[in-house]
């Protein structure tokens, strides 16, 4: 293969892992985000499971005033139905207490369903508890790892950028201009592979002569369509064998 061809051809790789490089570093802050929005909805649902439990107990302790109230009324009347004189003030007072303990059974049935229910949000409390403790860990070990991650791109972008420097001065300046301004108008991609006579990327097909001079490799080509930089790789012996 023609020297400033390979070279292109490892400029373009250089250049695309760098733009990748670069785009994992520019996802970081929205990364960084995303941990924080885990955290933040397993705290929240230990929170709302908290509300729940505090407002079943609010909610019990109004319903016991209710019921101590009516308590108060059926020891009252209790104490009235010692005094009465007449059979109809009895019956009436009678119907009063049945009343009252009506309504007392009925306060102390609501307390009991409280009670219940208030036993099963303190257990989604201690669940929702738990889920947090463990998405805590959880999160702190992806956020320990994704900086080792980061610190890795951020080795390999520097890397690349130093073997970028050797690759550009060893590139003849008429091929690193064609690189550059197809690259500029490319976005960012500047070379393409061709392969059964088509160009991987624009996919137009090549004329005859065009793919049998990329094959051979000895000149700097390109697409009559997209302008990229051929080159060809060719199939190995025995893969070709077997297809």
Do not use: W
């Amino acid at each position: 293969m023609n020297a400033d061809l390979e070279r292109v051809v490892a400029l373009q790789g250089l250049d695309s892992a760098a733009h990748d490089a670069r785009r994992r570093l520019a996802e970081e802050a929205e990364r960084l985000k995303a941990f924080d929005a885990r955290l933040e909805s397993a705290r929240a649902a230990v929170s709302t499971a908290k509300e729940r439990l505090a407002e079943n107990q609010a909610a019990r302790r109004a319903i016991e005033k209710e019921m101590a109230v009516h308590q108060g009324r059926l020891s009252k009347f209790r104490d009235q139905l010692m005094s009465v004189k007449t059979n109809v003030e009895y019956q009436a007072m009678q119907k009063e207490i049945e009343f009252a303990q009506t309504e007392v059974k009925t306060y102390e049935d609501r307390i009991l369903e409280g009670m219940l229910e208030a036993d099963d949000l303190t257990a989604a409390v201690k669940r929702a508890e738990v889920d947090a403790a463990a998405e805590q860990k959880a999160v702190e070990a992806d956020r320990k790892a994704y900086v080792t991650e980061l610190t890795a791109v951020r080795e390999q972008l520097e890397r690349i950028s130093g073997e970028r420097v050797g690759v550009v001065r060893s590139l003849s300046p008429q091929v690193l201009a064609m690189f550059e301004l197809v690259a500029k108008r490319r976005n960012g991609v500047a070379v393409a592979e061709a392969r059964e006579g088509i160009c991987t990327i624009c996919h137009v097909r090549l004329r005859p002569q065009v793919f049998n001079l990329v094959r051979r490799g000895d000149e700097i080509l390109q697409c009559d369509h997209c302008n990229r930089i051929l080159y060809f790789v060719p199939v190995p012996a025995a893969t070709a064998h077997t297809s």
